[in-house]
């Protein structure tokens, strides 16, 4: 079963030094996140991933959620169209010629992959998602 944690702040549970500039990102925008979004990342994760947890700071508000495995943030739900990963460094190129966009803003290797886009293949969230988990659970 998944553990959910609501409220309170993300930096309680990760690794501070390890998460700088997502922290600061998330800190800096404050943002929100549309419900599919979230459901479509949170499906992928159960179906992919072993231990992991998700984190929001306020469901009510509908805000961004994190997904958390080894104290590093490997996945992000923001905004209305888009998740978000930390991805191995070296399947970034691989990320970006399948249609994902750098974030920088967010960290090094983080992407943007477009939920729906028309005229363009569905994105493979669960195999994101996962390779995103199987880089920070490598992290020691």
Known sequence: MTKHIHGGRLEDHVDAVRNQDVLAYL???????????CSVLVNAATAKCGDWFLYCPSIREYRYIALVTNRIVFALG??????????PERLYPMALGTGAAPV???????VEI???????????IP?????AYDAARQLS
């Open 27 to 37: 800190e800096r925008t404050e943002p929100c996140c549309h419900s599919d979004n």
């Open 78 to 87: 923001l905004g209305m169209n888009a998740l978000y990963f930390k991805v």
């Open 104 to 110: 920088p803003e967010i960290g090094c290797n983080w």
């Open 114 to 124: 477009q939920l729906f886009r028309s005229d363009w293949p569905a994105p493979d």
């Open 127 to 131: 195999f994101w998602t996962l390779k």
